[in-house]
């Protein structure tokens, strides 16, 4: 699924958290891996960047327990996000981590103890787990804590071109779950709200596993809504591109300097003519947020239908 482990960045190669300090304010940051919290200054990585900006995001396996509660406690306005990739067994084969299950579940009921409260598990659908997802949801269900989800990709990032997930079965899986979402039995409005655009942002990631053609998602936004920074401090559109497109470096230039070049002029270019077709939750959140009918409506619609006794029209 990923092979990013095999290719471990350098530590004197990576950029000092020193450059951080020159991000503009406001952004909302994710930092993710591989594992961030095996970096030695992760500490003063978020010292810096909790002020910062205007939501800060762990990604994490959960295996840190302590460094990960001490940042929950220490910055409780942050997002916690643990990677599990379905129940105990198939979590630990599929991650090569023994205990692995066990130490994101224990993480995650300690930082139930923090005042850190957006807090919950993230799973990414693949060939191996898809039968998993519903009891992956009860359980956060259970423990009242969020849920987001993923499909595999095939990008310079993760260091793999044959990933692929085509079955009835899979399919069959993920309706299931997006029924769940969207007859959600969370105990507060805003945790239903929240399962209702989780259900809408699936339905992308239905498509792709159908296999349709070009035209189901948003148009991506990668370079003018979002970016992505490698450990090297190289600024790219995103990391699921074939190539990694690099813009510029953020030890050389400001990203206000960056994102304004020629350079990224040409790189725009090359995202509009992608064809990968990603479905990472960024754009569609950013297309959520200026057409919010649509959500709203196609929520309403499959209810309905659900109600009805019918399946979910994609």
Not at 84 to 112: C, I, Q, V
Not at 195 to 203: E, I, K, L, Q, V
Request: proline fraction near 4%.
């Amino acid at each position: 699924m990923c092979n990013i482990w095999k290719y471990p960045t350098k530590s004197y190669e990576e950029v000092g958290p020193d450059c951080y300090e020159n991000l503009p304010d406001g952004l909302r940051i994710n930092i993710t891996g591989g594992e961030p919290t095996l970096r030695r200054d992760i500490d003063e990585i978020f010292r810096i960047l909790y002020p910062k900006a205007a939501l800060l995001e762990l990604s994490t396996n959960g295996f840190n327990t302590e460094t990960i509660v001490r940042l929950a406690n220490q910055y409780p306005k942050i997002l916690i996000r643990v990677s599990l990739e379905g129940l105990p067994a198939l979590n630990d084969s599929k991650r090569g981590l023994h205990d692995g299950f066990d130490h994101a579940l224990r993480t995650m009921l300690e930082l139930k103890r923090t005042k850190c409260k957006n807090i919950g598990f993230a799973v990414t659908i693949s060939p191996d787990n898809y039968k998993d997802l519903l009891y992956l949801y009860d359980l956060c269900v259970a423990l009242d804590i969020e849920l987001c989800n993923s499909v595999v990709h095939n990008s310079w990032y993760f260091h793999k071109e044959d990933n692929l997930l085509e079955s009835s079965e899979a399919l069959g899986a993920h309706e299931k779950f997006v029924k769940a979402l969207l007859t959600s039995k969370r105990r507060t409005f805003k945790g239903q709200l929240k399962d209702y655009g989780r259900a809408y942002f699936n339905r992308s990631i239905h498509c792709r596993l159908r296999g349709d053609a070009l035209g189901y998602r948003p148009k991506c936004g990668a370079l003018r809504d979002f970016f992505f920074i490698d450990p090297l401090g190289n600024v790219s559109p995103c990391n699921g591109s074939s190539d990694e497109w690099i813009v510029g470096n953020i030890r050389e230039h400001s990203l206000e300097y960056i994102l304004a070049s020629e350079k990224a002029r040409e790189i725009v270019k090359k995202v509009e003519l992608c064809d990968r077709n990603c479905t990472f939750i960024v754009t569609d959140r950013h297309d959520m947020v200026r057409h919010p009918w649509k959500p709203v409506l196609w929520v309403l619609k499959n209810k309905i239908r659900i109600f009805k006794g019918k399946s979910i029209s994609w």
